[in-house]
């Protein structure tokens, strides 16, 4: 059995050494200032081990990853009506795109693009004002992780809130379907500032571990999400985790995984590990060019796929 600390350890050495890093995301103007020089990886395990390397202890902005705990939070909210608002199958488009929102009744394809993830967002902020809906998911990141120092990073929101432009085009076209029902600005606002939460590789490996142990914390055997919820959000993930990419990673990785455009990608072990990992640097899909890369080299070392 490979060693996971000396597999994690020149991980991080080789993708430090690299030189090909991928473009960082600029349409976020406060994103584009970040070095692409920076790479982080911690994989919690399931005996409650931690193994970090890099810049494990960087808060990054967690982005997209976000809607793979708002997916949990609304889930737990009404069930599985959540998918009368949403769909769960790959769409094959860009996470912004709005193409498929006219031919399917303003119900967009699955949780994970960007008008998923509003109409999601849409669900846990019903009954709430903004602030609290807000509240319950930051509340929520810092409860998985153990770390009440996660926050939202209040200028990549507004940066986010000034420039979003396709966002709020998805969003009111949504709303003309009534598939929102809270006023498109509360939502998109929402939206925006879970997106903006930063966490580091550590904290985002400690709150995905329910995920990989059938949806307990495995340090306190305390329940999260029910098993079976446990394996249909690993299941979407994988499916549909890093959009018109998510065919290439589950080829290359073979792990559920959730990506961001602020370099972070966290991925399931089932039964094993609860990964973080982080390169600012995205590919063409706008998912992480060496998290991607060193993702599948962990996944082939320690023989993690789950094909
Ligand atoms: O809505 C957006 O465009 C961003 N807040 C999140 C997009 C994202 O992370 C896509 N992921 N790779």
């Avoid at 200032?33 to 994989?43: D, H, K, L, Q, T």
């Amino acid at each position: 059995m490979p060693d996971l600390e000396s597999v994690v350890r020149d991980i991080a050495e080789e993708m430090r050494e690299r030189s090909d890093r991928g473009d960082v995301a600029t349409y976020i103007p406060e994103l584009a200032s970040v070095s692409p020089a920076a790479f982080g990886i911690a994989v919690a395990g399931a005996d409650g081990e931690m193994v970090a390397a890099g810049d494990c202890d960087m808060p990054f902005s967690i982005q997209s990853i976000s809607k793979a705990f708002t997916l949990t939070l609304a889930l737990g909210k009404v069930g599985d009506r959540v998918w009368r608002r949403v769909g769960r199958e790959p769409s094959g488009s860009p996470f912004n795109s709005i193409v498929q929102l006219e031919a399917e009744h303003g119900i967009p394809r699955n949780p994970f693009i960007n008008a998923g993830a509003i109409a999601v967002t849409d669900i846990i902020l019903s009954g709430h004002q903004p602030r609290e809906a807000l509240g319950e998911i930051l509340r929520f990141m810092q409860f998985l992780a153990e770390d009440n120092s996660i926050f939202i990073d209040e200028a990549v929101a507004a940066s986010e809130q000034r420039t979003g432009f396709r966002n709020r085009a998805l969003a009111n076209y949504m709303k003309s379907f009534d598939v929102l029902e809270n006023p498109v600005d509360y939502t998109l606002g929402v939206y925006f500032h879970h997106c903006a939460i930063a966490m580091s590789c550590r904290q985002l490996a400690m709150a995905g571990r329910f995920l990989a142990h059938n949806g307990r914390n495995p340090a306190t055997g305390l329940s999260v999400v029910s098993a079976e919820r446990a394996r249909r959000i690993n299941a979407v993930m994988l499916t549909c985790g890093h959009y018109d990419g998510s065919g290439e990673f589950a080829y290359r990785v073979g792990l559920p995984g959730k990506s961001g455009v602020g370099g972070g990608i966290l991925a399931i072990a089932p039964g094993k590990a609860s990964i973080a990992v982080w390169s600012p640097g995205l590919d063409a899909s706008g998912n992480s060019h060496l998290g991607r890369i060193a993702l599948e080299a962990l996944t082939q070392r320690m023989g993690w796929s789950v094909f």
